[in-house]
């Protein structure tokens, strides 16, 4: 089955820095990359994702690269803020499989003013 | 529509007791998914249901799993003789999928505390 890596495990920036969040995944019949935001006692939220056809996708302070040769992904995020301060996932999905996920281990992101 | 409603959102029940958790998906949507998450870990697939169907089960859900979809509309998921090791958030998402739409849309979780 699919197996997804995330790090790093906790990423503290500064206010107005950038934040980078990378991801590998194993099975080359992945196609579909979302990423989602969890704050504490609430569910995953999706933020962003891409598909296997398309490089790179943008939403105004985020965006993700996608690198199919590689098997990895990432998520950017620019000008950080405090309310970005939470836990990201990414997660991925193999083409004809239901749509189901597989999620990386989380990334705690602490935004500091 | 308020989004993926699931209740409760906290339950403690003793070992060996039988526990139902009940999920409201998106009136539209035709698919619906339950994942469990431990503590520090990303959530992890259970099974999914497209309308009333249900689709896949993963090697995860022992036989005291059980879940339902009746009607294609909301959705429980019943586990009998609960164990120390079933404690874990208890996630609902729904989607609307068709070859161009993928995204979730995850409840606020289920928390199961088995003492």
């Known amino acids: 089955g699919e197996n997804v890596e995330q790090h790093p495990s906790t990423l503290s920036v500064q206010e107005g820095d950038s934040a980078v969040i990378k991801c590998t995944y194993s099975?080359?019949?992945?196609?579909?990359f979302p990423w989602y935001k969890q704050e504490l006692g609430k569910g995953p939220q999706l933020i962003i994702d891409i598909r296997s056809n398309v490089g790179e996708k943008k939403d105004q302070r985020i965006a993700v690269t996608l690198n199919k040769t590689a098997k990895h992904f990432s998520l950017h995020i620019t000008e950080t803020q405090p309310e970005d301060s939470a836990v990201y996932f990414c997660?991925?999905?193999?083409?004809?499989?239901?749509?189901?996920?597989?999620f990386g281990t989380g990334t705690q992101l602490k935004v500091e003013l | 529509d308020t989004g993926v409603s699931q209740n409760p959102r906290h339950k403690i029940t003793k070992r060996g007791q039988n526990v139902t958790f009940r999920c409201d998906p998106i009136?539209?949507?035709?698919?619906l998914y339950w994942y469990r998450q431990t503590l520090g870990q990303g959530p992890e697939f259970l099974t999914y249901?497209?309308?009333?169907?249900?689709?896949?089960k993963s090697r995860l859900l022992s036989d005291r799993f059980s879940a339902e979809r009746p009607k294609g509309s909301f959705s429980t998921l019943e586990i009998q003789r609960t164990e120390q090791g079933d404690s874990a958030m208890y996630l609902c998402?729904?989607?609307?999928?068709?070859?161009?739409?993928?995204?979730?849309?995850f409840g606020s979780g289920t928390r199961l505390t088995v003492v």
């Open positions: 997660a991925a999905s193999i083409r004809g499989g239901g749509n189901k996920l597989t």
């Open positions: 998402a729904s989607s609307w999928t068709d070859r161009t739409n993928y995204g979730y849309t």
């Open positions: 009136s539209e949507h035709n698919r």
């Open positions: 099975d080359s019949a992945s196609n579909y």
């Open positions: 249901f497209q309308n009333e169907a249900q689709l896949e």
